[in-house]
């Protein structure tokens, strides 16, 4: 299941004085495995220090583009963010999973209005949906809303100018700079009033098919809470969280028991005893069984397994729609078993 391919990087791009691009070289061989869809993310995997690190970070670049690129800004203390910043360059080789994800964009044959809010480094799943919106139809639109601290900071913003120009009459961005004044220009940071001033006010004719947010969860609850506010309907609204809050696992305090577990991937099964008051997939990944991971923080979906029989409870879930839930899955690195016996299917998912 965790089905890595060592991928040679063919450029390093320098975005910001802290972000940069890295592309890969796909074999030809691979190139089926290492299509995407526009919104979806790779995980990255290599040894640093000793220690393997794995992170997930979303394609920057069109599906139409031929590349597999992605977009990593420096973490203040970060490992792996900036160990790409400051010692990846071409040449050297990743270990890299396949393209996954559900935050994308799905073509119609009916034209759309796309809008997108996003916020620092979560612009790069952004880029990659809005691409493809303006190519796939001659009448779709997209309206950005963008938060930076400053134009300097603000990655891929030669990209974003170069869409301006090529589709003029189709693709606007709103920038929104909390450190710098811009002719243009919000000040501050994505609030409610930002939302109103672009849905209610700059582009109160525009009926928006789709709504992308991706970047820290305030901003995402803020802009949400507002859509909801403004009678947005919760389906038209989509989002990936790049940071999340931590969440402070108070189910663990109340459970106190064993569970015998059975786990199945890549059609072989394993079992084990785990401790009720662990998280499933610690206690998968301290069996050595080498299930699909990345974040471990509930951000991404890599993690994600069918309950077969048994029950599990999550910590938090900010992935999972509640009909999914429903038909068993969970994310296994929030979930604490509750029954006596697990089962899960990480292939089934």
């Not at 006010?201 to 789709?210: A, G, I, S, V």
């Amino acid at each position: 299941m965790s089905d890595f391919h060592a991928l040679k990087i063919a450029a390093v791009d320098k975005l910001t004085p802290n972000a940069v691009a890295l592309s890969f070289e796909i074999p030809a061989n691979l190139t089926e495995t290492f299509s995407f869809t526009a919104g979806q993310y790779i995980t990255l995997k290599h040894t640093i220090n000793g220690e393997e690190v794995r992170r997930a970070y979303s394609i920057s670049s069109a599906p139409s583009s031929n590349q597999l690129t992605v977009g990593i800004k420096k973490v203040p203390n970060g490992t792996f963010s900036v160990f790409a910043n400051e010692n990846l360059g071409s040449g050297d080789v990743l270990e890299v999973m396949p393209p996954e994800g559900r935050f994308i964009f799905e073509n119609t044959s009916e034209p759309q209005n796309i809008a997108a809010f996003a916020a620092g480094s979560g612009i790069t799943p952004i880029l990659s949906i809005a691409q493809s919106v303006l190519e796939n139809n001659p009448n779709n639109t997209f309206v950005l809303v963008f938060g930076n601290q400053s134009p300097e900071e603000t990655m891929y913003y030669g990209a974003l100018e170069d869409l301006v120009n090529k589709y003029s009459e189709r693709f606007f961005i709103q920038y929104v700079f909390s450190r710098a004044q811009a002719e243009n220009a919000l000040f501050g940071r994505i609030e409610s009033s930002t939302v109103n001033f672009v849905v209610k006010n700059k582009y109160k004719e525009t009926d928006f098919d789709k709504y992308y947010l991706c970047g820290p969860e305030e901003m995402i609850q803020t802009v949400s809470d507002t859509l909801t506010n403004n009678g947005v309907s919760a389906e038209k609204v989509l989002f990936e969280l790049f940071t999340a809050s931590n969440t402070k696992d108070e189910m663990a305090d109340a459970l106190d028991g064993q569970t015998h577990v059975e786990v199945l991937v890549d059609d072989e099964t394993f079992s084990f005893a785990m401790d009720q008051k662990s998280l499933v997939l610690d206690a998968v990944l301290k069996e050595k069984i080498d299930a699909p991971y990345s974040c471990q923080g509930g951000v991404c979906s890599s993690c994600i397994a069918r309950i077969t029989e048994g029950k599990a409870e999550m910590v938090k879930n900010q992935i999972l729609t509640d009909g999914e839930v429903a038909d068993g899955l969970i994310l296994t690195c929030q979930a604490h078993p509750t029954t006596p016996t697990l089962k899960i299917d990480y292939d089934d998912v």
